[in-house]
């Protein structure tokens, strides 16, 4: 087999590749399509114009159409014009929505469709196993084994923990005097019990992510406003990548009150590479991404996490960072996909 593959990767067409602010899914993206460039491998990434990769760009979108996130057309037109061209590559890996998850059906290239989100409500659950059923030649990718559980049974074909670029999020042990809260503002990351935490430490705490959406804007006004400008508890806004690393190194630790089954959490990887302990819920896949007592503490409940601050005081920032380097470092995650790229090909 040549070992040279000719690889599409379907990014959301949302936020520009990498983001220039949120964008999880859209940071892995950046750093799968060009470490699969530099394992010598030709890469199209279809993505919004406003992209800056080692692959070769494909778009229809000039500038990321943020403003229509959540619409199906343009994912949909975003998706064919990848499938269209589908007899240019071997294999195609799609890390957008469920509409180019069901389309990959249509073309006789591999498809491996790399699930970002969780199983966690009955329209994703019927959803995903309709398209099991109508297109059971696409294979699907979990970013963690806790992702799976709500159907072990659906076509998966690999399981491959997200990465980060170690170079961009340099480690400053040092100790902190606040504490950080770094996510969307939804109830299900619980930003509102970050600020709990907080207040019964008598901590500052400093706070950023995507408020953008309108449950996201009323979420914020009930349990998040009220409470700015008391005790040191400050919204930041949505940051740049490089406040967002300063705000990480300069963190006591990092909090990860989340109450909803997180298939990965990014932001916990990004704490400890930055040398700074994470306090996190035992939901999700979070027992997959920490090592309790190394790289950072898991409780089981937010009313918990006060309590463990002291333990997470105790760890090495070096061994934060040591653990992030052995587990998710980005080469690991290129050769897992590769390694998932043949086994599709081979089947």
Request: some cysteine; glycine content about 8%; aromatic content about 8%.
């Amino acid at each position: 087999m040549n070992d040279r593959l000719r690889i599409a990767i379907l990014s959301p067409t949302w936020f520009p590749v990498p983001p220039t602010g949120y964008g999880g899914i859209e940071l892995v993206v950046s750093l799968l399509a060009d470490g699969l460039v530099d394992a010598g491998h030709e890469v199209t990434l279809f993505a919004s114009g406003d992209s800056l990769t080692k692959a070769n760009l494909s778009y229809i979108f000039e500038r990321a159409p943020s403003e229509l996130i959540g619409r199906s057309l343009p994912e949909i037109r975003h998706a064919l014009a990848c499938y269209e061209r589908a007899d240019e590559f071997d294999v195609i890996n799609d890390h957008s929505g469920i509409p180019a998850a069901a389309l990959g059906g249509l073309v006789q290239t591999p498809v491996l469709h790399t699930l970002h989100g969780p199983l966690d409500t009955h329209e994703t659950q019927d959803a995903y196993g309709s398209i099991a059923k109508v297109a059971p030649r696409v294979g699907l990718i979990s970013i963690s084994e806790n992702q799976r559980r709500p159907m072990p049974d659906l076509p998966w074909a690999a399981t491959i923990p997200n990465a980060i670029d170690l170079s961009i999020y340099p480690s400053k042990p040092h100790p902190g005097e606040y504490l950080l809260f770094i996510g969307r503002f939804s109830p299900d990351k619980g930003a509102h019990r970050a600020i709990s935490v907080a207040m019964e430490l008598g901590l500052p705490l400093k706070m950023a992510g995507k408020n953008r959406e309108p449950k996201e804007r009323q979420y914020f006004a009930e349990l998040i406003e009220p409470h700015l400008g008391h005790g040191g508890i400050e919204y930041l806004g949505e940051v740049s990548h490089g406040e967002k690393v300063e705000l990480l190194q300069d963190a006591r630790a990092t909090l990860f009150p989340i109450e909803w089954e997180e298939p990965f959490g990014l932001v916990m990887v990004e704490s400890m590479a930055c040398g700074t302990p994470v306090i996190a819920t035992r939901h999700g896949a979070v027992p997959e991404v920490i090592e309790h007592g190394v790289s950072g503490i898991i409780v089981d409940s937010y009313r918990e996490m006060a309590a463990a601050l002291e333990q997470a005081d105790a760890l090495d920032p070096n061994e934060c960072r040591r653990y992030v380097e052995d587990r998710f470092a980005p080469e690991r995650m290129v050769g897992d996909y590769e390694r998932a790229y043949r086994a599709a090909l081979s089947q």
